[in-house]
């Protein structure tokens, strides 16, 4: 086992070359080959021995181990003396326990907190209709102001930069002239003027009304 298979191929085949053997590598080259094979197929049997054999012992030790340890639970637990399930009456307690009667929980807390509640979710129902009703105050409010605000030529209006694709502030404009539509005011744009650059755009009517200033 202790041979070096490899090393005396590689002699070998230094004394005979293959190609100058007869036998195309059986006399030398290839029995030194199978030889060095055979070597490695009982270095590798031994370590897989080897593997098994320790794995068996640290099942073993593991096995010890538990049975160690559930012998001591055993013997823990009939050390312990018998706990009372709750039946019956324990030595030494009073006759007078088992027989005494279980009081009943007051009631009254339990009326208190459905009060408070009630009056809780009253209180948040008031809230809300308050709210509500001043939300609706206010969004007629709104409408009446946005109907009192009569366009014609010379409003003012702040038209915002993304009208143009662009960032940054409001451009300052006014409207030069109003053209109505069909029924319904269907139609009907208004002309804008910039005073900046002096120039002129046409936007629909309902478009220019959220730039009044």
């Excluded at 053997?21 to 030398?28: C, I, K, N, V």
């Excluded at 003396?81 to 027989?99: H, L, Q, S, T, Y």
């Excluded at 001043?134 to 038209?159: D, F, I």
């Amino acid at each position: 086992m202790a041979t070096d298979f490899l090393s005396l191929r590689i002699e070998a085949n230094q004394w005979l070359h293959p190609d100058d053997d007869p036998g195309h590598g059986w006399r030398l080259d290839h029995p030194i080959g199978k030889l060095f094979l055979f070597q490695r197929h009982l270095f590798e049997q031994r370590r897989l021995s080897a593997q098994v054999n320790q794995a068996k012992a640290a099942a073993v030790a593991e096995g010890a181990r538990v049975a160690e340890a559930t012998g001591a639970a055993k013997v823990d637990g009939a050390a312990e003396p018998p706990r009372g399930r709750g039946r019956g009456i324990v030595a030494g307690e009073d006759e007078d326990k088992k027989a005494r009667p279980k009081r009943k929980a007051p009631t009254r807390a339990t009326v208190t907190v459905k009060a408070t509640a009630k009056a809780k979710v009253v209180a948040t129902t008031t809230t809300k209709l308050i709210a509500k009703t001043t939300a609706t105050v206010g969004m007629r409010v709104s409408s009446s102001q946005a109907k009192a605000a009569v366009m014609q030529v010379g409003t003012p209006l702040a038209v915002p930069a993304q009208v143009f694709g662009q960032h940054g502030k409001a451009y300052e404009a006014r409207v030069a002239a109003l053209t109505k539509g069909g029924k319904g005011g269907m139609g009907s744009r208004v002309t804008v003027y910039f005073p900046s650059d002096h120039t002129s755009f046409w936007f629909p009517i309902a478009e220019v009304r959220l730039w009044l200033a």
